[in-house]
């Protein structure tokens, strides 16, 4: 990949620098104008306002940043600050396990979740709460739509039966 072309994401430019691949900025949020500036600040891109974008400005733009070689050197050089690999896999591994072994077990680390009930979990009380509340209103709304069944049966029996003068006929 030659450039990548992101609206600012924190996420985006970690993964940016991470692989040494420059930026052209188009930061949406104002907000994510900061996380770009920052990478910007050390040559690793360039940011464009998304406002005021015209065509060739654009295409410039992310000729440049794809082209030459200072974005993609900035960038290299950011990410050889950042990933720099303290232990191998099978290091971290065993320096976690001492970890635990030194602490007792590492209570502090377990999830608050480890030992409830399937019911908290599940958080089975809340879903009987609106269970009930929902037969409840089904209930009630059943019972005033009969109500106004029967009323309006009433009315139609009671119309038909006083229309006319010859009922027998």
Known sequence: MKAFITSGGARSLEEAVFYGVPIVGLPIVSSRKVFIAQITKYGAGEIMEPNFLKKETVIKTVTAVATQEKYKNSM??????????????????????????????????????????????????????????????????????????????????????????????
């Open 76 to 169: 290299v050089r950011l990410a050889q600050w950042t990933n720099h690999p303290v232990a191998t896999g099978a290091q971290q591994a065993l320096w976690w396990t001492e970890y635990v072994l030194r602490h007792g077990g590492a209570r502090h680390l377990h999830s608050p979740t480890v030992g409830i009930s399937l019911s908290k979990y599940f958080s089975y009380d809340i879903i009987l709460i609106f269970f009930i509340i929902g037969f409840i209103a089904f209930q009630v709304a059943f019972r005033i739509l009969r109500a106004v069944i029967t009323q309006i049966r009433k009315k139609l029996r009671s119309h038909k039966e006083s229309e006319g003068k010859f009922k027998a006929l």
